[in-house]
């Protein structure tokens, strides 16, 4: 089984560590391919960050239709381009927010959402709300420290830690779900300082796009996420245009960075 996991940032450290992360949960026979777009912003922080990062993201979709890959990860927080890369892929496409959100939602009756920057706040209410967990999200908190900073800030960690402990408290609520794929490899750490499950959304929807697969569930074409009609796309998005009766442009508009 072959599952392509999308850094929706061009950050390839970021790749990496999400890459990494995403194998030490993969069972015996996936194989995890961590990519990152060639064109799109370093990080994703606000709303324009992320328009500008589906093209890229969708680009990624069409090269992974092209190679056989049997499902998707969208590793970034704010799910971008998800419903879109469900239109391209024949197989199961998760994004990290949704799976995180979901995950939460087993482990108990109550979960807090510990971010990177305020702004992103709202993008991560309107998900839980999307993914019908809003009732469950009791809180959504920032650390305040920018994404890059989350592998350069020296106290970075225990910045993270502190702000869950407190969301924990403020919230009164049994869960934490981190707010950042840069985020994907203190979850067994902060568990263990805060004594709450802590969900990581890189390692969820890997499993969950692991499960789908092994299960033969694919997304449904009956109805919003069959095929875009169709047509032609001017100008720098011309490579995106599909043809007729194919779900996915077979002529990628960029050069894709692979990392194994
Ligand atoms: C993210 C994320 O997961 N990757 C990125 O570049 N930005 N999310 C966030 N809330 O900052």
Redesign the pocket.
């Known amino acids: 089984m072959r599952i392509r996991v999308i850094?929706?940032?061009t950050?390839w450290s970021?790749t990496r560590l999400i890459g990494d992360c995403a194998r030490s949960v993969a069972g015996p026979g996936v194989d995890v391919e961590a990519v990152s777009p060639q064109m799109g912003?370093a990080?994703?922080?606000s709303h324009y960050?992320e328009a500008l990062a589906v093209p890229g993201i969708l680009d990624e979709i069409a090269r992974g239709e092209q190679e056989g890959v049997d499902g998707y990860v969208i590793?970034?927080?704010?799910d971008p381009g998800l419903e879109a890369a469900r239109e391209l892929a024949h197989g199961p496409v998760v994004g990290?927010a949704e799976a995180a959100m979901r995950t939460a939602a087993y482990l108990g009756r109550s979960f807090s959402v510990v971010?990177?920057?305020g702004r992103?706040r709202g993008?991560?209410w309107d998900l839980a709300e999307t993914y019908g967990t809003a009732k469950a999200c009791r809180g959504v908190h920032a650390c305040e420290i920018p994404?890059l900073d989350l592998e350069t800030s020296p106290d970075a960690r225990e910045r993270i830690t502190q702000a869950c402990r407190e969301a924990l408290a403020i919230d009164e609520s049994d869960v934490i779900v981190l707010?950042?794929?840069?985020m994907a490899d203190l979850c067994a750490h902060i568990s263990a300082e805060i004594g709450a499950p802590v969900v990581d959304g890189v390692a969820a929807a890997v499993l969950t796009v692991q499960s789908l697969v092994t299960l033969g569930l694919r997304t449904s074409t009956m109805e919003e996420y069959a095929a875009p009609p169709p047509k032609p796309y001017a100008g720098l998005l011309g490579g995106f245009s599909l043809e007729a009766g194919l779900r996915a442009p077979t002529n990628p508009a960029t050069r894709t960075h692979l990392l194994q």
């Open positions: 850094n929706p940032n950050t970021m912003p990080s994703i922080e960050d590793a970034c927080f704010g990290i971010t990177t920057l992103t993008r991560a994404v707010g950042c794929a840069g």
